[in-house]
């Protein structure tokens, strides 16, 4: 049996990975962003062993839900599953200043990886809108020019994926590895999505669990069990350097060597 920690547990992909999991036999320890999202938390996913809360939104959130994680662990594998779509007319800044799409499915990420106890194995969800992504380290937060939410989301997954390859390059001991779910019909993927929701599960699940050799791998970019090339620019070892400095910068953590 492995302990698990999956952020974003409340709904869509990350409710389905948790329950999976569970089912396999595996200790899950699952995330909501409030009290209130917790509640609901407890009655989809009765079985989880705890309910962790952060919001990931907030800095102080994101290191309070390191904390509070922390005593639950430690991990054998975290499932960085949280994250926020880009369909937002414009530019939103989170109570830190920051812009709220970049803090969620970046910033928040690379806190907990730097904040957690290593785990053996990380798992980072992506988009294939990962292919479509820029990473300017200067305007990580798309400060200049016209706003495109749906390409700053595109932005924010390409830099998933980095964050993945950095981390698998600096912890060899860690199997650090992005995964594209496919486009899944849940609240975030909308109802004009043509993959199943326990299809956008599978792969993390297989990633965090399995003992096949295929997933016994690092610094990897997978669908559907299958390992892809992820978009060029995510093999740039000085990008990824970049953005772990900017990454560090905004949050005052470091991530580990």
């Avoid at 920690?5 to 396999?24: F, K, N, P, Y």
């Avoid at 909308?190 to 690092?218: C, I, N, Q, R, Y």
Wanted: glycine share 10%.
């Amino acid at each position: 049996m492995s302990s698990v920690l999956v952020t974003g547990s409340a709904d869509g992909i990350g409710r389905e990975t948790a329950r999976t999991l569970i089912r396999m036999g595996h200790r899950v320890v699952v995330h909501a962003r409030s009290g209130e999202r917790a509640a609901d938390v407890r009655k989809a996913i009765p079985d989880a062993a705890v309910v962790v809360v952060g919001e990931l939104t907030s800095l102080d959130g994101t290191r309070g839900l390191a904390g509070e994680a922390g005593l639950h662990g430690p991990y054998d594998a975290v499932i960085h599953n949280a994250g926020v779509g880009g369909g937002v007319p414009r530019r939103e800044l989170s109570a830190d200043g920051l812009e709220r799409i970049f803090q969620v499915n970046v910033l928040a990420p690379y806190l907990l990886t730097a904040l957690m106890e290593r785990p053996a194995r990380l798992v980072y969800l992506t988009s294939g809108l990962e292919a479509n992504g820029a990473v300017d380290l200067d305007d990580l937060q798309h400060e200049r020019g016209r706003w495109d939410g749906e390409q700053a989301y595109s932005d924010s997954k390409l830099c998933d994926v980095l964050l993945a390859f950095a981390v698998a390059r600096r912890w060899t001991e860690v199997r650090s590895n992005a995964v594209d779910p496919g486009w899944i019909r849940t609240r975030m993927g909308g109802p004009g999505a043509t993959d199943p929701l326990p299809l956008g599960a599978e792969t993390p699940v297989w990633l965090a669990s399995s003992d096949d050799p295929a997933a016994a791998v690092s610094g990897r970019y997978f669908k559907r069990r299958r390992e892809l090339r992820a978009n060029p620019v995510a093999y740039d070892e000085a990008l990824q350097e970049g953005l772990l400095e900017r990454c560090a910068a905004l949050t005052g953590v470091t991530l580990p060597r």
